[in-house]
């Protein structure tokens, strides 16, 4: 008998049993099926909104599905994985269709790791397309970070709450025309973002060219409630993201993107931190091509898929 359970703690026997079986699909797909971060919150819990959903069959797990619903803007999110000795009878159908009832009636993105077919089939199975695939790529802190070189007339500042919003949404739309999910952020987006309680206007730098905003590097800090510096719900070590950087298609190719991503780099460093990741769309080379001469290596690809509901 298959039982499906929906809890947003798990007990800690079936916390062991999840990561056995993540153990054995890390072994039989040759890649992780979940995200660090969610590993990290099964592991030492501190994510209070999320639900956990178990496929469990006589008391062994042969299923688990993780459902974030706490980003404001894009919508809820999930990673799923099925046992591997209990693949190919429609329990990640089921995984998926659980998930889409319990995210309500907005659109649910499943994300996947190592672009694996199967992932993709069952994708297409449960009427979800695929939106993109992204880069993760890091880098230490630790080792050498250059220094940020601005070109003259260049003036740099971090973001003023209440002042920069309007500007910085119409730069960050012109800096990524070609890249729609990140360009059409409105302002009414940006202002949930501020809301989060990562959100540090000290690690958010702008570029400016006389009155003219030309640039930016949004930082993130994750595992550490920004500003404050303290533990907040996450028990694990922080780590730094390059969140956005954005450069005005007018200053391009003057060598502003990589100064601002390193006065970000610094800045993150200056907070303690060991290491930074951060996404890239893969179609996006030029940021690719930044990012390598900056030291980060490609970590892992994730593909985000998507229902129409
Ligand atoms: C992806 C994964 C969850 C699929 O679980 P599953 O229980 O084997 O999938 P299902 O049996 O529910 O498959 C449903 C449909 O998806 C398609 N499908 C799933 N796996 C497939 C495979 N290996 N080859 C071809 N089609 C596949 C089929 O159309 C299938 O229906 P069918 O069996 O009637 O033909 C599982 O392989 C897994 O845990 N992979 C690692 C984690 C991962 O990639 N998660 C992201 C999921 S988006």
Redesign the pocket.
Known sequence: MIGLHSSERLTDERVAAVLAMVAL?TE??G?A??SEHVMLHLRYGGDRQARNLILEQDDEVI?YAHLDPTDPVAGPSA??????A???????????RALVAEAGTGPLR?????D???????????G?VRVRALWQMRRSLQARLGKPQFSDGITVRTFEVGRDEDTWTALNARAFVRHPEQGAWTRADLDLREQEPWFDPDGFFLAERGPRLVGFHWTKIHGKDGKAGKEGDHEHQAMGEVYVVGVDPDERGTGLGRALTLLGLRYLRSRGLFQVMLYVDETNTAAIGLYESLGFTHWDTD?M?ANVP
């Open positions: 699909a039989e797909d890649v099926p979940l299923g990673e799923l994985v099925v046992h591997p209990h693949r190919r009878q429609r329990l990640g159908l089921m995984l998926v499943l994300w996947a790791h190592g694996l077919p199967a992932a993709s089939r069952l994708a297409a199975a449960a979800f593909v898929f």
